[in-house]
């Protein structure tokens, strides 16, 4: 099975710029998470989704945005892009079953911010 | 809120030593605890984890205890190896769909 995969593998923006990020879930994944990455915060939640609904959201400003096709598929947006939001951008996808969820990560999309 | 406390941030063990990661979630409805190993340039990858209705597991030289009560959980390896330096995140998660990371912590085995 193919794993989780992640376009573009890397950007460069300027600020006030838009990106818009993509990743495609294991086959058969319907929850898909984006996670920020950065040097010593760790990974912070950005948001989650299932079955094309925004389930989970975590505290970060209404610049970034998402959203997830019928396919699974799902795109992360960033407007006005700000030099803070140079990052390592990781979706993950995970089955969802039960009382608890295996999510597995992609490569990331490297951004940015100049 | 929701928060996951990890420590320490950087740990360095002699090869053939033990190391040991802690954890404390701040959410009783986490039900779900994931650890996950990130290599450098690479992508997080799953260890091993624990549900809420057990109180330790195994897999080989890695182990995760879990105390519920406390809101405790931890990351035991045994016999460290070079391989096995890399950051290490704990996760709690959220029904549904939400999974919480702490902020890493940074192994360093020494030879």
């Known amino acids: 099975k193919a794993g989780v995969t992640q376009t573009p593998r890397y950007l460069i923006k300027t600020r006030g710029q838009q990106v818009t990020l993509s990743c495609s879930p294991i086959s058969g994944h319907r929850s898909v998470s984006w996670y920020q990455q950065t040097p010593g915060q760790g990974l912070q939640f950005l948001f989650e989704y299932f079955s094309e609904t925004q389930r989970n959201k975590g505290n970060f400003p209404g610049r970034f945005s998402g959203r997830q096709f019928s396919n699974s598929r799902s795109e992360m947006n960033v407007s006005t892009l700000e030099l803070g939001d140079s990052a390592l951008y990781l979706c993950a996808s995970s089955l969802d079953t039960g009382d608890g969820k295996t999510q597995y990560f992609g490569p990331g999309t490297r951004l940015l911010v100049l | 809120g929701e928060n996951v406390e990890q420590h320490p941030s950087t740990l360095s063990v002699q090869e053939g030593d033990s190391a040991v990661i802690k954890c404390t979630y701040s959410d009783s409805a986490s039900n779900y605890f994931p650890w996950y190993k990130q290599e450098l340039g690479k992508r997080p990858q799953l260890i091993i984890d624990?549900?809420?209705?057990?109180g330790e597991k195994k897999d080989q030289r890695i182990a995760v205890t879990l105390n519920k009560t406390a809101k405790h959980f931890s990351l035991h390896i045994t016999e460290t190896q070079p391989e096995d330096s890399a950051v290490y995140f704990c996760a709690a998660s959220l029904p549904p769909g939400k999974i919480i990371f702490g902020k890493g912590t940074r192994l360093h085995i020494l030879p």
């Open positions: 624990i549900r809420s209705n057990v």
